[in-house]
């Protein structure tokens, strides 16, 4: 952590005294959890359901994003390794997973304390995919679920959205590293396994299509979760919702391509999918 390189930012700030473009120090830092958070796909929405962690900072901070005040407002609170371990031994025991939201640029952190104690509850890694396969390979064995957005094919996209050229090429080999883990499921739930995920955008079908291209060429045996709960806030560039027909062509698609997954009902855009962080 002294020079940074834990993700493909590769900013080389001593983290102990500096942040890099994901804004945080070494130490982990979190906006939120929420408990029995209801969100995410049906295969994890068990009784006792999801604990969600919602870690501060972001190494990509996608311009639309909808979570902006975590990634980029400075929001939360610094945990010890202590401290944090203390939050999973607690959460544990009304929780039947753990929701890692967004924790890429903490991996060294996160490592320190599941090289200290593991929960017995699975552990959900909801990751940007913009991230290094040689961090993924240290905590794998504390991973049971990737679930990763694959946002873009189109690396100008990603340039002129997050800020990043290579977004296709880091993304493909994360997926490929991930797609290792096998799907396990108790019932209906799933316990180990890959989910990609992906968010369709207002006026960026093409991107959409050609994602879901790469996708059904490499990983078309997977679990596909299509979303089109994008919602404009005030500081988006994009500005609008998606339209029913946008979301149409894209869910043909990959109804046509793909058996396993799931499909956002097109009603989904509200901010009511927006977590308050304050
Ligand atoms: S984790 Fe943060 S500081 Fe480190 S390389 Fe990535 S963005 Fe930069």
């Known amino acids: 952590m002294k020079i940074c390189n834990i993700c493909p930012r590769h900013c080389r700030v001593d983290r102990k005294n500096e942040s890099g473009f ?3 120090k070494e130490e982990i830092r979190i906006a939120k959890v929420i408990d029995n958070f209801m969100w995410e796909e049906p295969c994890f929405t068990t009784k006792k359901g999801v604990v969600a962690i919602f870690f501060s900072g972001c190494n990509l901070k996608c311009s639309y994003c909808q979570n902006h005040e975590i990634s980029s407002g400075g929001v939360g609170e610094i945990y010890s390794t202590e401290n944090f371990i203390s939050l ?5 025991k009304t929780a039947d997973y753990f929701d890692f939201i967004t924790p890429s640029h903490f991996t060294s952190a996160i490592l320190k304390a599941l090289e200290k104690y593991t929960p017995k509850v699975p552990i959900i890694w909801n990751s940007s995919a913009y991230e290094s396969v040689e961090e993924l390979k240290k905590l794998d064995k504390y991973i049971s679920v990737y679930l990763l957005d694959f946002k873009y094919a189109d690396n100008n996209l990603g340039a002129r959205l997050s800020h990043v050229k290579n977004y296709f090429e880091i993304a493909q080999k994360v997926v490929e590293f991930c797609a290792k883990k096998a799907d396990v499921f108790k019932g209906e739930y799933m316990q180990s396994g890959l989910i990609i995920r992906h968010l369709v ?10 994602v879901l291209d790469f996708l059904k060429k490499n990983h078309s045996n997977r679990h596909l979760s299509l979303m089109s709960q994008f919602t404009p806030t005030l500081k988006s560039p994009i500005k609008r919702k998606l339209t029913a027909l946008e979301y149409k062509i894209v869910a043909k698609h990959f109804l046509d391509n793909f058996e396993k997954g799931y499909l956002q009902d097109f009603d989904s855009a509200s901010d009511a999918f927006i977590p308050k962080f304050n």
Not at 88 to 92: A, R, S, T
Not at 201 to 210: F, R
Request: include cysteine; charged fraction near 40%; aromatic fraction near 0%.
């Open 22 to 24: 994901c804004g945080e």
């Open 88 to 92: 999973l031994k607690e959460k544990e």
């Open 201 to 210: 955008l207002p006026g960026e079908v093409k991107n959409s299509l050609a």
